[in-house]
C-alpha cells in the first residue's frame, strides 16, 4: 500500500497561501466594492505577478455586443429549472425527485452528467458578480445547499450525479467510463466561484470534503496505478480529468493546508510538464482540451511555490499553441485533438475550433499576461475573444456552439435548451459572464487598459472609477473618463494592438499628444488624474491578410483585430440549426467557395466598404466566379460563410488560384 507522498511527483510543500475572510452563506458584496474574497484562482503567494486583473465585481458592461450577449446568457441561465439540474444529483444520493430529467450530455444514462450543473454554478456566481442580478445569486444558493443535502446523504464526501462504481471502474480497468474526473473538476470549481463570488461558505466546505475524499481513494492506489488512471497521452485519453490540478491548488491556497498541495500534484504529470519545461513540442496528437487545463494547473503550482519548471512548462505550451498550433480566429484543434505544428489550411473541417480549447487558453491567457503585462498575450486575448467567442452565441436563442466551422461553405452549429449540454454549452455559459475578465488590469499605481469594450471600472482603493465609452469595433475610437474622490497619481496604460500600423492619436482633456504608438506596445500616461479627466484613444484600423502557415496560397481577410467573413447565402442550411448532437450536419453537402485574386500589398483595391453598413466589404472583381460581401466572423449566424480562401495573389508570379 502506497502513501500519497510516494505517490506525488513534483512539487514541495513550500510556504502558505494569504488567509482569507470566509463571509456568511449568502452574504452578499456592497456593489460594486472591491471582494471581499481574493479569487483563489489568482491568489499569489510568492508575489510573481506583474499586474492583476481586477474582480468581476469591479467591471460593469456597457450597452454594446458584449452586453447583449451578456445579457442573452444571463435570459438562459434564468431559463433552467435549477430542480431539473439537480435531478441526477438527487437519484443518485437516494433522495425522491419528481423533476423531468434532462437531455443530451445531462441525460440519467450519460457517463457525464454532473458536469453541466459545475459550469451553471460558476455561471450564476460569474453573472451575479458581472450584473449584481439577486436571481443569480439565490438559485446558485439553492443548488449549493441541495448539493450539500446529497453529499450528506451519501455520507462519505463524495458528490456526483453518478455513481462511486465509475471510479471503481476506471482504478482498475483505466477505461471504460467516460472521465469521471472531468466532472468532479467542474462540480468543484462551481463550487469554489460560488464562494468566491457569492461568499457562499457551505460551497467551500462541501468542495473540500470532495478533495479529502479523492485525496484518501488516490491514497490508496499505487504508483502504476495512478499513471494508468491519469494516462492522457494519445489521440483518445483513457481518463480527461480537466482542471483536477487547478482547482486543488485553488483549495490550497484558500485553506493553507499543504495536503492540497500535495494532492494537486498527483494531477501534474511528468509526461506533459517535462518536454514543455525543456521547450519540445509533443503536441501532435493529443486531445487538446484534456491538456489546455492540465497547463493552467501548472500556472497555478508556480504562482504558489515559485518552480521555475512549470513556469517554463506553461509560458512555452501558451507560445507554442497561439503561435503554431492555432487558426486565425484564435480558436484550435481539429476534431479535438492538437495537429503537427503549424497545420492549419491542411486542416480546416466542420469540426476544427473547439470552444472549450478557447475558454481555457483564455484563462492560461489572464495569467500569462500576469506574469509579463505584455501585449503579446493580450492581442490573442482580443483575437480569441472577437472572433470566437463572441460569435459563439445564437442572437436569437441564446444557445452556443460547440465547434466553430472554419471548413469553407459549411455554417454554424449550436446546442439547444435542454437537450444538448455539450461541455462546450457548458463553458459557453461562462464565456458570457465574463466579459468584464481581462478589459483591465492593475499593478501598485499603474491601471493597464487591454480591450476597448464599454464598461465601467470600480477601483475603491484608490478613489477611482473609469468609464469606458466606444462602439469599439465598429467605431476605432474609444473615450476613457474619470472619477476621483481626489487628485491621484496613476501611470495608465494604454494597449496599441499589433494590428495598429496606421498611427494612434491620442488627446488628453481636448488636448492632442504626442505619442510613440508601436505595435504591440503601451502607450503611458504618467499623471495625477482628477474628476472629469477625459483619454480620447482612436486606433484606425486597416484590411490586412492572414496566410495560412502551410500554405501561403490559403488566406483570411481581417480588419482591425477582426477576422472577415465571406456570406455564401443559406442554400441548404437546415431550417433549425440548433440541435441536440454536435456532429449532426457535418456531412452536409457543402458548395463551391469563389476563389479570390488580388494585389497582396493594396487590399484597398479591391476590398470596398459597403456604404451605410459599418464593418462590411465586398470584393471588387477579384472572386471568382463571383465577388463576395465580407463582415465580422462574429457576425455570421444561420448561413454558409467562407473565413479561408485560394488567393491568387497578383504580386506573386508563382501563386494559382
Known sequence: MSSLKTCFRYGLVIGCAVAVACPVLGQTPTDPSPPAIPDPAFIDQENLAQAEPFDLRQVRILDGICKTNEDLDEKYLLSLDPDRL???????????????????????????????????LSACAEMYAATGDQQLLARGTYVVTELGKCQDALGSGYLSAFPTTAF???????????????????????????????????????????????????????????????????RGPQNEYGGMSEVLHNIYAITKKPEYLEFADVFDRSWVLNPLAMSQDHLDGLHANTHIPQVIGFARHYELTGDPRYQRA???????????????TGSNSKAEHFLAPDVEANALGADTGETCNVYNMLKLTQHIFAWKADAASADYYELALYNHILGSIDPDTGMTTYFMSLKPGHFKIYGTPDTSFWCCNGTGIENHAKYGAAIYYHHADTLWVNLFIPSQLTWAEKGLSV?????????????????????????????????????????????????DATPGSYVTLDRTWQTGDKIEFTLPMTLHLHRAADNPNMVAIMYGPLVLAGDLGRDGVPANDNVSKNNAFFKIPDPPVPGLSGDSTDLDSWIKPVTGQPLTFTTLNAGHPDDVQLKPFYAIHHQRYSVYWQFSDSTRTTSTP
Open 467 to 515: 468609464t469606458q465609452d466606444t462602439t469599439f469595433p465598429e467605431s476605432d475610437e474609444t473615450t476613457l473618463t474619470i472619477t476621483a474622490s481626489h487628485p491621484t497619481p496613476l501611470k495608465v496604460l494604454l494597449r496599441v494592438p499589433y494590428w495598429e500600423t496606421k498611427g494612434a492619436l491620442l488627446k488628453i482633456n481636448g488636448q492632442s499628444q504626442a505619442v
Open 86 to 120: 439537480l435531478h441526477n444529483f438527487r437519484v443518485n444520493a437516494g433522495i425522491p425527485s419528481t423533476a423531468q430529467p434532462l437531455g443530451g450530455w445531462e441525460d440519467p444514462k450519460c457517463g457525464l452528467r454532473g458536469h453541466f450543473v459545475g459550469h451553471y
Open 168 to 234: 471503481d471502474t476506471l482504478e482498475t480497468k483505466y477505461g471504460g467510463v467516460w472521465a469521471p474526473y472531468y466532472t468532479i473538476h467542474k462540480i468543484m470549481a462551481g463550487l469554489l466561484d460560488q464562494y468566491h463570488y457569492c461568499g457562499n461558505r457551505q460551497a467551500l466546505e462541501i468542495a473540500i470534503k470532495m478533495a479529502d475524499y479523492f485525496r484518501g481513494r488516490m491514497a490508496k492506489l499505487t504508483p502504476d496505478q495512478i499513471d494508468k488512471v491519469l494516462h492522457t497521452v494519445g
Open 314 to 328: 506553461a509560458d512555452y505550451f501558451w507560445t507554442q499553441v497561439t503561435e503554431h498550433h492555432s487558426y486565425v
